[in-house]
């Protein structure tokens, strides 16, 4: 097994999903799934190995739907996946083709009208949908997963407005109750869907009855033992020399938080040393990175996605972090108060308890922080934190 820091895993070489892949086939035996969790923690990984490797009874089509800007866009892709879907059992696309006799030789992934015609994306979605379930009752089922979703529907609101963007909730939500004996849908982002239902509601067209009637699930770190067989095996597969291996492992495992992402990031930059290893290396080049910015891990995407998805609150949000990266035990929101109140002028204490308990919320929905059961706030993930030391003043 080699280090493929950000690159796409083979099947053969994910480590310790199995359970979470088997809790999300159960839950879709019910109903939908949205997938929660941080940015690189593996949900692409899992939705592939789902894709590859499905459940007796599934067909999974998956689509990374960040490339959608508009409501059109996506309805064509639902048309063609439904397409493909049905062509390979023999079978056609029904209502699709009596709504829109002006269509002129669909090709997958194109819809090809004939001069004057109109499409409704509304109209597409809802024909392409109803032809899979007359195709498919009592047959296999069909799970769209749809990755960045939050994002491509933040796309559309800027493109063709809140009232658009929020229709497409609505109507993905309204075909998962009508249909919900053949069809399944996952969602997943790097953006949290919060944030994008935030941004409707500030438009005047927020509900977040959108998503209730699908079941979330939160995608950990590897279980510390998963963590250490997958160091051990990018260790071994670099042929990285060191005096113990499994020391090494439990080095890399710790600094890495168990975090697959940066376990294949300070693989690959010890391998990359080209020296026999020492267990002071490890702390060596993570400071490196970390010192660097953190841009090759892909840590500085902690304080630059605050501006666009915190707005007003983003000073708050920065002072927070360096409130956090110096208290050694975590701190409470009197404590993360009086450090704050120190960093800038967020108004009384009394105003800046008021935001703080919002913009808490919203981080730790965000995968920053977590929170004991004494009220204490903490960093979720170490490395985060020690690059936060490192970068903010």
Same mark, same amino acid.
């Given at each position: 097994?080699?280090?493929?820091?950000?690159?796409?895993?083979?099947?053969?070489?994910?480590?310790?999903?199995?359970?979470?892949?088997?809790?999300?086939?159960?839950?879709?035996?019910?109903?939908?799934?949205?997938?929660?969790?941080?940015?690189?923690?593996?949900?692409?990984?899992?939705?592939?190995?789902?894709?590859?490797?499905?459940?007796?009874?599934?067909?999974?089509?998956?689509?990374?739907?960040?490339?959608?800007?508009?409501?059109?866009?996506?309805?064509?892709?639902?048309?063609?996946?439904?397409?493909?879907?049905?062509?390979?059992?023999?079978?056609?696309?029904?209502?699709?083709?009596?709504?829109?006799?002006?269509?002129?030789?669909?090709?997958?992934?194109?819809?090809?009208?004939?001069?004057?015609?109109?499409?409704?994306?509304?109209?597409?979605?809802?024909?392409?949908?109803?032809?899979?379930?007359?195709?498919?009752?009592?047959?296999?089922?069909?799970?769209?997963?749809?990755?960045?979703?939050?994002?491509?529907?933040?796309?559309?609101?800027?493109?063709?407005?809140?009232?658009?963007?929020?229709?497409?909730?609505?109507?993905?939500?309204?075909?998962?109750?009508? %249909? @919900?004996?053949?069809?399944? !849908?996952?969602?997943?982002?790097?953006?949290? /869907?919060? &944030?994008?239902? *935030?941004? +409707?509601?500030?438009?005047?067209?927020?509900?977040?009855?959108?998503?209730?009637d699908m079941f979330q699930i939160g995608v950990e770190v590897l279980a510390e033992e998963d963590a250490l067989a997958l160091a051990n095996e990018l260790i071994k597969g670099e042929s990285i020399q060191c005096e113990n291996s499994e020391a090494l492992a439990q080095e890399i495992v710790s600094l890495a938080d168990s975090f697959a992402h940066y376990i294949h990031c300070i693989v690959k930059s010890l391998k990359l040393l080209d020296r026999e290893i020492e267990l002071a290396d490890v702390h060596q080049e993570v400071d490196k990175k970390l010192r660097a910015g953190g841009h090759e891990w892909d840590l500085d995407h902690y304080v630059e996605r605050l501006q666009e998805y %915190? @707005?007003?609150?983003?000073? !708050?949000?920065?002072?927070?972090?360096?409130? /956090?990266? &110096?208290?050694? *035990?975590? +701190?409470?929101?009197?404590?993360?108060?009086?450090?704050?109140?120190?960093?800038?002028?967020?108004?009384?204490?009394?105003?800046?308890?008021?935001?703080?308990?919002?913009?808490?919320?919203?981080?730790?929905?965000?995968?920053?922080?977590?929170?004991?059961?004494?009220?204490?706030?903490?960093?979720?993930?170490?490395?985060?934190?020690?690059?936060?030391?490192?970068?903010?003043?």
């Amino acid at each position: 097994m080699k280090a493929n820091p950000g690159g796409q895993i083979a099947i053969e070489d994910v480590v310790g999903r199995e359970d979470i892949i088997e809790t999300v086939w159960d839950a879709l035996e019910q109903q939908s799934v949205i997938l929660v969790a941080e940015r690189r923690i593996g949900k692409t990984t899992i939705m592939q190995v789902m894709e590859e490797q499905p459940r007796q009874g599934w067909k999974v089509v998956r689509q990374d739907v960040e490339k959608c800007h508009s409501s059109l866009e996506f309805a064509k892709l639902i048309y063609a996946d439904v397409e493909q879907f049905l062509s390979m059992k023999g079978k056609t696309m029904r209502l699709c083709s009596k709504i829109y006799s002006k269509v002129e030789g669909s090709k997958i992934g194109v819809v090809q009208l004939s001069k004057g015609a109109t499409v409704g994306w509304k109209e597409l979605v809802e024909a392409a949908i109803s032809d899979l379930v007359e195709a498919t009752k009592g047959g296999q089922r069909l799970v769209f997963m749809w990755d960045e979703i939050p994002y491509m529907i933040d796309n559309i609101r800027k493109s063709e407005g809140a009232q658009t963007a929020m229709a497409i909730l609505d109507v993905l939500r309204s075909l998962r109750q009508n %249909y @919900g004996e053949t069809l399944r !849908m996952i969602y997943t982002g790097s953006i949290g /869907l919060h &944030h994008v239902l *935030d941004f +409707l509601k500030n438009d005047g067209f927020g509900n977040k009855a959108t998503k209730n009637d699908m079941f979330q699930i939160g995608v950990e770190v590897l279980a510390e033992e998963d963590a250490l067989a997958l160091a051990n095996e990018l260790i071994k597969g670099e042929s990285i020399q060191c005096e113990n291996s499994e020391a090494l492992a439990q080095e890399i495992v710790s600094l890495a938080d168990s975090f697959a992402h940066y376990i294949h990031c300070i693989v690959k930059s010890l391998k990359l040393l080209d020296r026999e290893i020492e267990l002071a290396d490890v702390h060596q080049e993570v400071d490196k990175k970390l010192r660097a910015g953190g841009h090759e891990w892909d840590l500085d995407h902690y304080v630059e996605r605050l501006q666009e998805y %915190y @707005g007003d609150d983003e000073d !708050m949000c920065i002072a927070v972090l360096e409130s /956090l990266a &110096h208290g050694n *035990d975590g +701190l409470d929101i009197e404590e993360i108060a009086n450090e704050v109140s120190k960093k800038g002028n967020f108004g009384g204490k009394k105003k800046i308890k008021l935001r703080l308990r919002k913009v808490m919320k919203k981080m730790m929905m965000d995968h920053y922080f977590e929170k004991s059961e004494d009220g204490r706030y903490s960093f979720l993930f170490g490395i985060v934190k020690r690059w936060c030391v490192l970068n903010l003043d």
